[in-house]
């Protein structure tokens, strides 16, 4: 059995920092391509990241310059580094995993195999 389980989720204050992780068990990622998404009550999923077999990596356009997502295949592990958090980054983060991809669909949340339960985040005062 596949399972994907975030961390890392908590309140923080606008400006400050947290660090997201997705511990995989059941199956070896190394090989798929891994993304972050998030979602807020009453909107479509959203995403945030990905990074790639080869480690090259894709942000959307608002996180771009203050998330960082890495991941480290030995320890079947996906991160997301969240900098300067805003208020409007308060969602579930869920991590996700696709073994067949291309360029064109990795914003998109059905092109992804498995998916974790998500974490919560919320920036706020």
């Known amino acids: 059995q596949v399972q994907l389980i975030e961390s890392g989720g908590g309140l923080v204050q606008p400006g400050n920092s947290l660090r997201l992780s997705c511990q995989a068990s059941?199956?070896?990622?190394?090989?798929?391509?891994t993304a972050w998404f998030r979602q807020t009550p009453g909107k479509e999923r959203e995403f945030v990241a990905t990074?790639?077999?080869?480690?090259?990596?894709i942000y959307g356009d608002a996180v771009k310059g203050r998330f960082t997502i890495t991941r480290d295949n030995a320890k079947n592990t996906l991160y997301l580094e969240m900098n300067n958090l805003k208020p409007e980054d308060t969602a579930v983060y869920y991590c996700?995993?696709?073994?067949?991809?291309?360029?064109?669909?990795?914003?998109?949340?059905?092109?992804?195999?498995?998916w974790g339960q998500g974490t919560q985040v919320t920036v706020s005062w």
């Open positions: 996700a995993t696709a073994s067949r991809i291309i360029l064109s669909s990795v914003r998109l949340p059905s092109q992804y195999d498995y």
């Open positions: 059941g199956r070896a990622f190394n090989r798929d391509t």
């Open positions: 990074i790639f077999r080869n480690t090259n990596t």
